[in-house]
C-alpha cells in the first residue's frame, strides 16, 4: 500500500527470501527451510539478500519486517552509511500477542499474483479462489501455532532490543497496530510524508 500511494520501493526480507527461493537460488532454498521452522534467517543472509536488493533502489525504500536484530540494524548502519544514506525513520507496529495469532491463522496468500489474503475480509474460506486473480490460496509454512511461539520467543528475545537501539537514535515512532486496517495506514502514512 505505501509502494502504491508514495511510490516508495518497499519490501520485506520475507519476500525477498521467497523470491530467491522460487528462483531455486541456494542462498533462497536454505533460508526458506530455516524459516519454516519458524526461525529468523542468520544475519549475514539476510543483510545479502537487503544490500542486492538496495543494488536496484534508488533514493528512498522502505523495509517490512527488517530489522530484526541488532546486529542486523548495526549492519545495516554500516550498510547505509557506505551508501551515504541513513535511516530517518523506524516504525513499530503494536499488536497484543492473541490479535497476532488469529490474524496469523487467518492469512493466506495467492500463489500466483502473491497478495496477502484474509479469510473472513477478502475470502470466506481457505479453500476460495484469489479475489485479485483467480489463483489457488495458500497458508505460508510458518503460519502455524507451533512456528508462532518460536516467532514470538525470537521477537521477544531479540527484536525488542532493535526498537531500543532505534529509540536511542530518536528515529523510531510507535504505530497501534490493533486498530482497523485504514487508521493504521494513515498514521504510518502521516509519519511517512512528515
Ligand atoms: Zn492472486
Not at 524459516?35 to 529468523?40: D, H, K
Request: glycine share 8%; proline share 5%.
Amino acid at each position: 500500500m505505501i509502494q502504491q500511494r508514495f511510490g516508495i520501493p518497499a519490501t520485506s526480507t520475507g519476500a525477498i527470501l521467497r523470491a530467491e527461493a522460487r528462483n531455486g537460488a541456494p542462498v533462497g532454498v536454505e533460508a526458506a527451510k530455516i524459516i519454516s521452522t519458524g526461525s529468523l534467517a542468520p544475519d549475514e543472509m539476510v543483510l545479502q539478500l537487503v544490500a542486492a536488493w538496495l543494488d536496484k533502489i534508488d533514493g528512498t525504500f522502505l523495509f517490512d519486517g527488517f530489522p530484526r536484530t541488532v546486529r542486523q540494524a548495526e549492519q545495516f548502519e554500516v550498510l547505509l552509511c557506505e551508501r551515504r544514506q541513513a535511516l530517518d525513520l523506524a516504525i513499530l507496529l503494536e499488536l497484543p500477542e492473541p490479535v497476532i495469532q488469529v490474524r496469523m491463522l487467518r492469512r493466506l496468500t495467492c500463489s500466483n499474483c502473491g497478495k496477502v489474503i484474509s479469510i473472513g475480509r477478502h475470502v470466506r474460506e481457505a479453500n476460495n479462489p484469489c479475489p485479485n486473480c483467480g489463483g489457488k490460496l495458500e497458508a505460508r509454512d510458518d503460519d502455524n501455532v507451533g512456528a508462532l511461539a518460536r516467532r514470538m520467543h525470537e521477537y521477544r528475545e531479540k527484536t525488542v532490543p532493535v526498537t531500543d537501539f532505534y529509540d536511542r537514535r530518536g528515529i523510531l515512532a510507535r504505530v497501534d497496530a490493533s486498530r482497523a486496517g485504514e487508521s493504521v495506514f494513515k498514521d504510518v502514512s502521516e509519519l511517512i510524508i512528515a
